[in-house]
């Protein structure tokens, strides 16, 4: 009879596989336990407290994980983005603000922040957006279809809650309420959404907060915002806007053509000026009329606005913008022209 020796090595490694598999099993059960807890456990199951956040265009699951854990709403960042990722909700959270509390799990999380039902859609008006700019930006928050907040403005009938505007000479302007939607950050619920009702809303801000300011001008309200408007397109900086808007009344009140091309591209889709555009006899060609266009020509912000109700007096009737964004004066056409050809 013949016996074979069987090495040391060979009988050991069965015995390893069964190790590693037994090390492998445990290591993955323990994580799969903790991820389990993780997801299922609240913070803090008594506290029904709402605490508010804001999910931004652009933020990731990792960025809204981070937010969640700072407001100590959720116990693992790991375990919110894993869950997301194996259900495939990551990618239909929703842009928006949002009522939460420590009593909801992830999983509870996760079903509140991927609802339309849930959620205050956050709509972020910056200042100079036209009728125009704020139709696109409730467009790109699924609010409307194209189009339906100019028609709102123009279907505006509760004028007599704002007698600072005048409803005859707002409806003879291609865009009523231009210049008076105020810029600023709102938030709207999304299941009950009514154009009606946003507008109502940015009005009670201009008249809260621009309204006394422009006021104050010694000019009469409509052109101190149509002036604003223009400051608004006009000037970059904030230290800009009352020279411009004291070269503005200036040019005014000496009866010269304003020569501001912000005025004739607010009726046009491009960014684009040719010399049939200049030769147009539109009030808003202040190229060729004197005097200020029919209307504000955009929505401006509280610094422009302020600018137009106290303008700053200098020698200056000319401004350009450079091609770093610096505002170049000029008191002259002749200096005006050595400006041009040096800065632009």
């Known amino acids: 009879m013949v016996y074979r020796r069987h090495s040391a090595k060979k009988l050991l490694w069965p015995k ?36 508010i956040i804001t999910i931004k265009k652009g933020d990731n699951s990792k960025k809204i994980a981070e937010t969640l854990q700072s407001k100590n709403l959720i116990l693992d960042t790991d375990a919110f983005k894993m869950y997301g990722k194996l259900n ?73 809650k704002y007698p600072f505007l005048n409803e005859e000479e707002q409806q003879k302007l291609p ?21 009606q009702a946003l507008i109502s809303m940015l009005l009670n801000t201009y008249k809260q907060k621009a309204l006394d300011i422009a006021k104050g001008s010694s000019k009469s309200l409509d052109q101190t915002m149509i002036v604003a408007s223009m400051i608004e397109k006009e000037a970059n900086r904030d230290q800009d806007r009352p020279k411009i808007a004291g070269i503005i009344w200036k040019r005014l009140d000496e009866s010269w053509v304003l020569g501001i091309d912000a005025t004739l591209l607010y009726l046009k889709d491009d960014r684009e000026i040719d010399f049939q555009d200049l030769q147009e006899n539109s009030p808003y060609n202040t190229r060729k009329n004197a005097g200020l266009p029919p209307g504000p020509i955009a929505n401006p912000g509280l610094a422009s606005i302020k600018a137009a109700a106290n303008p700053e007096t200098t020698p200056y009737y000319f ?15 002749e200096e005006h022209n050595r400006n041009k050809a040096q800065y632009l």
């Not at 598999?21 to 506290?47: D, E, K």
């Open 16 to 51: 390893l596989v069964v190790l590693v598999a037994t090390l492998v099993i445990v290591f993955f059960g323990y994580h799969w336990q903790r991820y389990n807890y993780l997801i299922s456990t609240p913070v803090n199951s008594a506290n029904t407290s709402e605490t």
């Open 319 to 333: 401004y350009l913008t450079s091609k770093d964004g610096e505002m170049v004066y000029a008191t002259t056409n």
């Open 175 to 195: 865009h009523p309420l231009e210049g008076y939607l105020f810029p600023d950050t709102y938030f709207v619920d999304v299941t009950d959404y009514d154009n």
């Open 88 to 160: 495939n909700l990551d990618k239909d959270i929703k842009v928006g603000r949002f009522g939460l509390n420590q009593a909801q799990n992830i999983g509870e999380i996760y079903s509140v922040i991927t609802s339309n039902k849930t959620r205050q859609a956050v709509v972020t008006i910056p200042e100079g957006s036209t009728i125009k700019d704020i139709d696109q930006i409730l467009v790109d928050q699924s609010l409307i279809q194209s189009g339906e907040f100019i028609a709102a403005t123009k279907a505006f009938k509760n004028y007599a």
